[in-house]
């Protein structure tokens, strides 16, 4: 990670608009109507709603989606108690970790004040104001007391994350950590350096997950933490050890575990010698660690490390915890957030850490590989499986111990929720992801020893969108399927040497091309390789349906296709088509990938192959055939042929709405395309067709680069079996994407 220097941080927060944050409304303010909905007159019957019914004010305001991050400066990072002031960047940094990671609404609130009481009695006067509050930044040992006071007498979730964030990251990485190890959490003996908040939250969550008391050895500034002191306060009176050691270093002589919140500096080498076999050193202080990361792995090979930094493996990261937490708690309308929420989250991430990790996230880190291990013990920030996997756990946890006002009861529509937070493209996959695994087809991989292709496989399998069958050679895959968990009996492996029907098929594809001048020992050479052999797969009725081009030139995957499955009957041409998602819209462009000036006829094919594939996802195709010219506004031959297109389609498809030729921005927006009365488009168009490839090629990476749009794609249409190209370089949720299309495709072929 490139350093931060002063200059980049001020002009960072300088830049206009200052801060990190700011209100938008949700809901139009454009007219006189939208005014009087979101003010007076009609706001009114949104109060006396909530005057009668408490409980609406979820319903008709934003306060369930709404946290209140409060501190009072006295205790902002490593920089102790600067006021609360100072201390806003911070608050205003966690709300956009809230709203970035989970989509949580958030106020931050800095409280002038250092007196305890004041600042309960200011919080508990806010509760009509939010779903929930994160408690931030507050010195130990009053932080414990507010809490718990806020807790007990305010109906919402509190949650002091400098207590219970640390703790729960930890906390995962520690049972990953100690399986890597090969030790029991019940047998381990742990030493802490660090008294705070921080300490004791960690304390209190390791002891519900199986820590022995007895077995926890706490240190201050002033050494251990034992029963012979009399300077202590309540919280290490409960944690003083009946032990000899009285320094750090002591202390750490045999330990199993060791749990930094403290200070740089104060572990050196040989203190980490002097503990158990594969330590565990977790050096969290921020910015800089108790113990460096090259003078920990340094004294020992075999120490499991993490630290609170970002530059190194295994960052305890808290963003990993709190946006998902209260996400789960608001979803369900949370009075508290209990121990058996903590621990659900725990659990989450400690499980979601041993799965494979998405090509995004590794892009995101500039990394090849992130495997579960000692560099690798819990998920990244930037994984979007966290909100996947966090929110549910901590909900049916709310539910599981009765906090929940509003439990869930629909699951999948819940975790469908969730995947629109990450992705409008997730969101709009479901309906073939929903008929995929209904009747899971054989998708056979050419390139099924390419490692992005075993990754999929594993998906798909988990997923049971489809059965894929892999082209590969059983020794050059074993190792990464064992690596992958994905078992020879979930998938098919199909060796082209001594395959039992390869000279049925090198016949076959004798027949289909010996007019083309390919003889029978050409046919031969040809399904030697991967394409032509998968190809033939699906010809001959040993698979369902194709997927290749993860590692290959577009050409190389379509021409075998075409030369052995070739276009469906009526076809004259294939076409590929991309979804765009642009915001709240989706899109389908054609063609973008195969015909570079097709013809009146051909863009009329196009078209209505464009339309039936759009309405596979449940929607109604509005098709506008594009063009420089609107209603024949100019005659040039180019929006002619587009025009004719234009009466192909009226007069051979009179159920389909489109119409043209017209300008892109005639096609997508309503209040220009309103200039056109006859038009036969009843709104804004969601199939554009491009006149010809160059414009639909540069129009579709125009929007997904600059407009932020997401891409499924490219689709190739009018095959006539299913056979789909990836693009190279593609991600591995790309391909499963392609998966649920091509066995949607398979599905409606057999029907």
Known sequence: MPKISREDALEYHSREPEGKIRVVPSKPTATQRDLSLAYTPGVAHACRAIEQE????????????????????????????????????????????????????????????????????????????????????????????????????????????????????????????????????????????????????????????????????????????????????????????????????????????????????????????????????????????????????????????????????????????????FRGALDVRATDIDDGMKLAAVRALAELAREDVPDAVLKAYGVDSLRFGREYLIPTPFDHRVLLRVPPAVARAAMESGVAQQPIDDWAAYERRLETIVSRRLEVMHPLIDRARRDPQRIVFPEGEHEKILRAAKVVVDRGLAHPVLIARRDRVAAKMAELDLAEEDVTLVEIDGAPRFEEYAERLHELRRRDGLTLEDARERMRTINYFGAMMVEMGDADGLISGVSQNYPQTIRPALHVVGTRPGVTRVSGCYILIVGERVLFLADTTVNIDPSAEELAEIAHLTAEFAASFDLVPRVAMLSFSDFGSNKHPAARKVRRAVEILHREHPELEVDGEMQADTAVEASQLADYPFSRLQGPANVLVFPELQSANVAYKLLWRLAGAEAIGPVLLGMAKPVHLLQRGVDVMDVVNMVAICAVDAQEGKG
């Open 54 to 325: 408490p409980l609406d004010a979820y319903r008709y305001t934003a306060r369930g989606n709404l946290v209140a991050v409060i501190s009072n400066g006295t205790a902002v990072l490593g920089l102790g108690d600067i006021g609360a002031l100072a201390g806003k960047p911070v608050m205003e940094g966690k709300a956009v970790l809230f709203k970035r990671f989970a989509d949580v609404d958030v106020f931050d609130l800095e409280v002038d004040t250092r007196d305890p009481e004041e600042l309960i009695r200011v919080v508990k006067l806010l509760e009509p104001t939010f779903g929930g509050i994160n408690l931030e930044d507050i010195k130990a040992p009053e932080c414990f007391e507010i809490e718990q006071r806020l807790k007990a007498e305010m109906k919402i979730p509190v949650f002091h994350d400098d207590q219970h964030g640390t703790a729960i990251i930890s906390g995962a990485a520690l049972l990953n950590a100690l399986e890597i190890a090969g030790k029991e959490i019940g047998d381990v003996r742990l030493v802490f350096s660090g008294a705070g908040a921080a300490a004791f939250g960690c304390l209190h969550l390791y002891l519900q997950l199986g820590l022995r008391r007895e077995n926890v050895v706490l240190c201050d500034s002033k050494g251990v933490v034992h029963t012979g002191r009399s300077d202590l306060s309540e919280q290490k009176r409960d944690f003083a050890a009946d032990t000899d050691a009285r320094t750090l270093a002591e202390a750490l002589a045999g330990a199993d575990v060791f749990v930094g919140l403290s200070a740089a500096g104060v572990v050196d080498a040989d203190m980490v010698r002097s503990m158990a076999d594969d330590p565990i050193v977790f050096a969290m202080a921020n910015p800089d660690p108790e113990i460096g990361w090259e003078e920990a792995t340094g004294a020992r090979p075999d120490v499991i490390m993490a630290t609170g930094r970002s530059d190194y493996p295994n960052q305890v990261n808290n963003v990993l915890g709190f946006p998902f937490i």
